[in-house]
């Protein structure tokens, strides 16, 4: 690959790597700039899993150690997220995602919606609505495979059901949000590479620029909280919605 296309995906990557640790939505900046270096649909979607694991796992890292998210105690959602897109990523290499294409935007823009005008959105946690068996046993599963199978949005998602279902706070749910996308990312890049459709060498240069990037947004997340997450959260749903729509 021409060094100079490398350093842009890498430049993608970085600031992929900061709107993702704030409000997810990091695949809006990645897919599109890995499409146009000239990979196949496939190639992109395992490259991309591949270098935003780096993201995802920075993140985690950071919210874990200034105790917003605690590993240890959540490794059965992280399983159930890991499984979920492992199942995904297999029916991505059979089924088309035209489906989803025509869905998503919609979807992203109900989000967007909830997070502008929903009241009392904040930090502090509030009444659960599901129980906890449930949540880990189906919506999380049930997300995850969306990641593998298609992927832009995944973050959002996570965020609305820690949100509404979960009763998290703001800044919480995005905490643990980037340790259930890791697992995701983990469990459907085992499946792409196994199935070959991995570039390795793009990947791992663009997980640092994520790494890196991943670990500033994070550190701006937590000084700033739901006031700079909700704002962010709306804008980048948004816009993932009008580059869907709009092609």
């Not at 990645?30 to 496939?42: E, H, K, Q, R, V």
């Not at 904040?122 to 068996?133: A, M, N, T, V, Y």
Request: proline fraction near 4%.
């Amino acid at each position: 690959m021409p060094i100079d296309i490398l350093l842009l995906l890498v430049a993608a990557a970085f600031l992929a790597g900061y709107i993702d640790a704030v409000a997810g939505g990091g695949g809006l900046i990645t897919i599109p700039a890995l499409l146009l270096s000239g990979m196949d649909p496939l190639a992109v979607l395992g490259t991309n899993k591949l270098q935003s694991l780096f993201g995802s796992g920075s993140a985690a890292i950071a919210y874990s150690a200034k105790g917003h998210v605690d590993l240890k105690t959540q490794w059965p959602g992280a399983l159930a997220s890991g499984f979920g897109a492992i199942c995904g990523a297999l029916l991505a290499f059979v089924v088309p995602t035209d489906v989803l294409e025509t869905a998503l935007p919609f979807l992203l823009i109900a989000v967007a919606l909830f997070f502008a005008f929903r009241p009392g959105l904040g930090d502090l946690d509030r009444e659960r609505r599901l129980s906890s068996f449930f949540f880990v046993g189906f919506v999380v599963p049930l997300i995850g495979a969306y990641d593998g199978l298609f992927g832009p949005g995944t973050g959002s998602f996570f965020m609305i059901a820690f949100v509404t279902l979960a009763g998290y706070g703001v800044l919480k749910a995005t905490a643990h949000t980037k340790l259930l996308n890791f697992s995701s990312n983990f469990g459907s890049l085992l499946v792409f590479v196994v199935g070959g459709a991995v570039y390795w060498s793009v990947g791992l240069a663009m997980g640092i620029a994520q790494f890196l990037g991943a670990r500033l947004g994070a550190a701006t997340a937590m000084r700033f909280g739901s006031k700079l997450i909700r704002p962010l959260l709306v804008i980048t749903c948004l816009a993932l919605a009008t580059k869907l729509l709009v092609g």
